[in-house]
């Protein structure tokens, strides 16, 4: 069985693919950020993609969703496997900002410097923490996993800080 995640570019959508679930049992997929959650039913089987648009979750957002959802699928009620996915559109228009400000930048301002090493920074602990949800499918036991989403997003959740309140590409 595989649990396989991963979003569309705008951030608007998550893409969950199950494969070879149990078809005997009853299958649910259960996706979480903060407070929102979406559930639906599936039949088990060699495969089962569904497309769910964040808004699914409550949630409604100009640029789509931001930060780290957890999905985990659910075996007759028990959850079976665990996975994470990461919309980073906020904190990548966040670094395109702080590009075109640097780009901008009199090389003799000390701001420039400043400026270079906060979206360094930013950038880092984003990739850090997609590569840990990248990983994360391998963590091993199911705390495991948690333990590497928990990580993951305490590194998202930095970099957003570092973007001191920058409210998207469509302000």
Partial sequence: MALNISTTSDCKKIVVTVTNSDVGATNQIRISDNGNEYTYSFPGGASNTRVVSISSLGISSANGGSGIFTVEHLANS????????????DVLCCLAKKMEDLLDCNCECSKCSEDLVSAQKIYLLLKTAEAELATSSG?????????????????????????????????
């Fill in 139 to 171: 963590a091993g036991s199911l705390v495991s996993v948690k333990a590497v989403i928990a990580n993951a997003e305490k590194k998202y959740n930095k970099a957003v800080e570092m973007c001191g309140g920058h409210c998207g590409c469509n302000c």
């Fill in 78 to 89: 028990e959850v079976s496997q665990i996975g994470a996915v990461m919309l980073s559109c």
